[in-house]
């Protein structure tokens, strides 16, 4: 009589016992790996697998390593992307993070007067130094630009025409469709044009009387050649219905004045202060893939649509927590200062090539098979299609490059593949994570050499 083999399986109490002192998890999750791990060895035993007890405690291990890998975290980004959608967009600066550290662990005057003790507005801080950074009468932030067009739309234009033009009838990504956005608002949707071609005319004879906006979009994550034509901000302005841009990413100011030098590969993108002096009632744009701050979507521009916008019941679900607004006060009063170290996306965007060749030199002097390579680094955030950033980086052959990726990204480092080696983009590595980056390659080179 050997009596039931499921009754020789450790009991969750055990697996723990062997588990103890090895993660920083809750005990609760670490019960919960426990008990998975005894419950899947008893299927298998009840398929008449031999399970040992280290067995199950090696799949208790495994089962909580995934558990600890998937939390939220920070990595290392050596893809050279500097708006990586997946991996959070923009990093937030230091003094940004005090801000909302500083304003974040107590009380404020979100929506206090101080110099009334009466009730105050929270778009009076981030969004009137927003206003005055793009030469418009107000603005405001919300959760994100996505919740900015939709409730630009829905306060300006619900069960009213929006007229767009074909060629603008983008999908921006993560879902974001201008048809859908627009039919989501409660508002109509007019094409107008062609998808190549549209001419202020189109806009002029789609005119009614419930025209309610004339909206632009910029299509920034891809770009249309040979025979194009658009109608410009100031002629549009001239038609009559408020015009709203959604410009999504581009430059505050297309002069940068944060800039010393402006890099090359900048020339062309939009300027939302340049739309509002070209006559755009209202602009939105993103927190995170123009500003370098935090997520977040602003709307600058006309003071009385401004507060239309505001007022608007669907306000209260799409607005800022006090955290974001106190990262994007410091954010506005860096670029009013003209301060682009205080941005880790201008300073990132701007090293100088040969900074990065110097980093990329001292890291291949210590990774045997580590070469440094000229490399190609992007705006990334669906901005700036096409346009490359000269950058610098390491690369490491290998016959297997998934392998090394994969453990890479074990040890919290995210790089590309490229011509059968591992690329290690350094624009987008902060210099003071040289050497969590050199460990990390040093430790995955080794099953792959
Ligand atoms: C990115 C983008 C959006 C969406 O903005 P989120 O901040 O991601 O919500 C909408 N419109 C345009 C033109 C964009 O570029």
Redesign the pocket.
């Known amino acids: 009589m050997t009596g039931d083999p499921r009754r020789s399986l450790p009991a969750v109490e055990r697996v723990l016992q062997a588990l103890r002192n090895e993660s920083d998890l809750p005990a609760a999750l670490v019960t919960d790996a426990a008990r998975t791990a005894v419950e899947e060895a008893r299927r298998l035993v009840e398929q008449g697998v031999a399970v040992s007890n280290d067995d199950v405690v090696a799949s208790a291990r495994r089962h909580l390593e995934r558990r600890q890998t998937a939390q939220l975290r920070p990595v290392v980004n050596a893809t050279g992307v500097l708006l990586h959608t997946n991996l959070g967009r923009a990093p937030i600066g230091a003094d940004a993070l005090r801000a909302a550290a500083g304003i974040g662990s107590g009380y404020s005057n979100l929506e206090y007067r101080l110099d009334r003790g009466a009730r105050g507005s929270r778009h009076d801080h981030a969004g009137s130094l927003l206003a005055q950074a793009t030469g418009a009468e107000a603005g405001l932030v919300v959760n994100?630009?996505?919740?900015a067009?939709l409730l630009t739309l829905a306060a300006l234009a619900r069960s009213r025409d929006v007229v767009v033009s074909r060629g603008e009838l983008v999908e921006?990504?993560?879902g974001?469709r201008v048809p859908e956005i627009i039919r989501e608002s409660g508002c109509r949707l007019v094409e107008v044009g062609t998808t190549n071609r549209t001419r202020v005319a189109d806009y002029e004879r789609a005119l009614g009387n419930d025209t309610a906006i004339l909206l632009k979009?910029?299509?920034?994550?891809y770009r249309m050649i040979g025979f194009t034509e658009e109608a410009t901000i100031d002629q549009l302005a001239r038609v009559g219905p408020p015009v709203v841009l959604?410009?999504?990413?581009g430059l505050l100011d297309e002069t940068t004045p944060w800039l010393d030098h402006r890099p090359a590969w900048l020339s062309g993108e939009p300027g939302i202060r340049q739309a509002v002096a070209a006559g755009a009632a209202l602009v939105?744009f993103?927190?995170?893939?123009l500003l370098g701050g935090p997520?977040a979507?602003v709307v600058v521009g006309r003071r009385e649509l401004v507060e239309r916008v505001s007022r608007h019941p669907l306000a209260r679900a799409l607005r800022a927590d006090k955290l974001t607004l106190a990262a994007m006060q410091s954010v506005a009063l860096s670029y009013l200062s003209g301060d682009a170290a205080a941005i880790p996306l201008w300073r990132m965007a701007t090293t100088p090539v040969d900074d990065l060749r110097r980093r990329a030199e001292r890291l291949a002097a210590r990774i045997p098979d580590a070469k440094v390579v000229d490399t190609d680094a992007a705006a990334g955030?669906?901005?700036l299609p096409g346009l490359v950033i000269p950058s610098a980086g390491v690369a490491i052959e290998t016959a297997a490059v998934d392998v090394m990726l994969q453990a890479l990204r074990d040890r919290g480092v995210v790089a590309r593949a490229h011509a059968g080696a591992v690329v290690c983009d350094l624009r987008t590595v902060e210099a003071h994570d040289d050497d969590v980056l050199t460990r990390a390659l040093l430790d995955a080179c080794k099953p792959c050499t």
């Open positions: 994100n630009n996505a919740a067009v921006i990504g993560g974001f979009v910029h299509a920034s994550n959604d410009a999504g990413s939105t993103s927190g995170d893939k997520q979507g955030g669906g901005s």
